[in-house]
């Protein structure tokens, strides 16, 4: 790990800038209203005289409870009362949807976000599951990665239970801080026994993988006790871990206005969390992933990033790249062939739109050639640190030098700065390097002048 990773302070002092995270390219920030749900029917079609393999992403926007620093689409209510029809449209869409695709379309990949899914009910889990295995070819092997995102204040072991019951292998849990001040300051408070207890009930029940969530940067948080916190969290022994860097953007997401900004903590004392953390995961035997992910060294991606089939979508690193990514629920984005398009993020509009049988699809892009290219180079960079030219010149028919001829100063800079190597016909992203490689992926975006990068959160 120490000879994939190096740490310089001076580096990130210049390349620590507001960047996409580029879970896709073009990210979604360039999605337009001009595209809609007639353009989604039209790539269904294409995915199904393919027969391309699908990735299913269900978002369930429900919390009992929020918490300050969430970004998220989601809808904070006490009443459970309020998920009856949100589902009842959900079973629209996916009838909707199912039916322009071909049975034969493996679902080698499910995965429930939020908000809090487990803020549905048993008797609602299983009514949902029951209506996506009527249409759509979901395995029944345990042979696919099917994982479901956990709050522990809101699972048992009779959930956990269920969900492996319902074919779920896979779980991911909101971990963030375990100092009960930063819990209290962001409105979160949960014991290290409720996530101890989940992680037990998930390697009881035999799933397959277990994810943790971390946040550094959060208000009152220190080097010192978040270093407790990751001594804590490598003991659970998670397959994966998400060390997440808070973005405090209050003009843009309403629940973080109740964060006092004196109490975030300062610049150098965040970069020292990551430094901090970096150095325990290594220790305790992780690989870093990429950006803000690690894992262990037999999860699948690590070996996808060893055997280089790693990729990166709308879910983030995946081995589950070459599906096609149907998003079901409010906000949700799918990803089919070259089709981007995201469903109203507005949970009445939502729900009213599908009441009239309608698809509802608000915004969405079709990918250029010229953003084909850009997302080849971007997604080589960003899941393998190294990019061949000739690979991209052969499958894009161009001259790599000559077509980024305007972006090469910027390259060379990075390469006398030591960021990445720059030959004649290829980029390595150095260990020095691989920290920022989300400000060496944004040379080769062609929007990012375009809008405003305070959109993004930093690099670090």
């Known amino acids: 790990m120490l000879d994939v990773l190096r740490w310089d302070s001076d580096l990130i002092r210049r390349y620590d800038l507001a960047g996409p995270r580029y879970t896709s390219y073009p990210t979604a920030v360039q999605l337009h209203s001009e595209v809609g749900s007639f353009d989604l029917l039209h790539a269904l079609r294409d995915s199904r005289r393919a027969v391309r393999p699908l990735s299913i992403y269900v978002h369930v926007p429900f919390c009992a409870n929020i918490c300050y620093y969430c970004a998220c689409n989601k809808v904070i209510t006490k009443d459970r009362g309020r998920a009856a029809p949100y589902l009842q449209r959900l079973e629209q869409e996916i009838q909707l949807i199912a039916c322009h695709l071909d049975p034969k379309q493996t679902v080698e990949q499910l995965h429930f976000g939020g908000g ?160 901090n953390t970096i150095e325990q995961l290594t220790a305790a035997g992780y690989v870093y992933i990429g950006m803000d992910h690690f894992a262990l060294p037999d999860d699948e991606l690590a070996i996808a990033q060893e055997e280089s089939t790693l990729q990166r979508n709308f879910q983030g690193y995946t081995t589950h790249g070459h599906c096609d990514l149907i998003g079901l629920g409010v906000s949700a984005i799918s990803q089919i062939g070259d089709l981007y398009c995201q469903n109203s993020s507005d949970l009445n509009t939502y729900q009213d739109t599908l009441s009239t049988a309608q698809l509802a699809t608000s915004r969405g892009l079709i990918c250029s050639e010229d953003d084909r290219l850009r997302r080849a180079v971007i997604q080589q960079l960003i899941c393998h640190f190294e990019l061949d030219f000739a690979t991209i010149e052969r499958d894009f028919t161009i001259d790599f ?37 989300r400000s060496v992926c944004m040379v080769f975006d062609a929007y990012l002048d375009l809008h405003n990068r305070q959109r993004f959160s930093r690099v670090i």
Do not use: C
């Open 116 to 275: 809090t899914p487990t803020f549905l009910s048993h008797v609602e889990l299983r009514q949902l599951m029951a209506h996506l295995r009527q249409h759509f070819n979901l395995l029944d092997d345990d042979s696919g990665d099917y994982g479901i995102e956990i709050d522990p204040r809101e699972a048992d072991w009779s959930t956990m239970g269920l969900l492996r019951e319902l074919g779920f292998n896979r779980v991911s849990l909101g971990v963030q801080d375990l100092d009960p001040v930063v819990q209290r300051a962001i409105n979160r408070l949960q014991s290290l026994e409720q996530t101890r207890a989940i992680i037990e009930a998930a390697r009881t029940l035999q799933f397959r993988s277990i994810n943790l969530d971390l946040i550094y940067g959060l208000p009152k948080q220190t080097p010192e006790g978040f270093a407790r916190t990751v001594e804590e969290v490598i003991k659970l022994q998670p397959d994966r871990l998400s060390v997440f860097n808070y973005a405090h953007l209050p003009e843009r997401f309403m629940p973080q206005r109740r964060i006092d900004s004196n109490e975030l903590p300062a610049p150098a004392a965040k970069l020292e969390m990551l430094h």
């Open 401 to 437: 030098r000559g077509y980024f001829n305007d972006q090469w100063p910027a390259l060379q800079a990075m390469h006398k700065d030591g960021l990445i190597e720059l030959g004649n016909d290829s980029i390595k992203v150095l260990p020095a390097g691989r920290l920022l490689v």
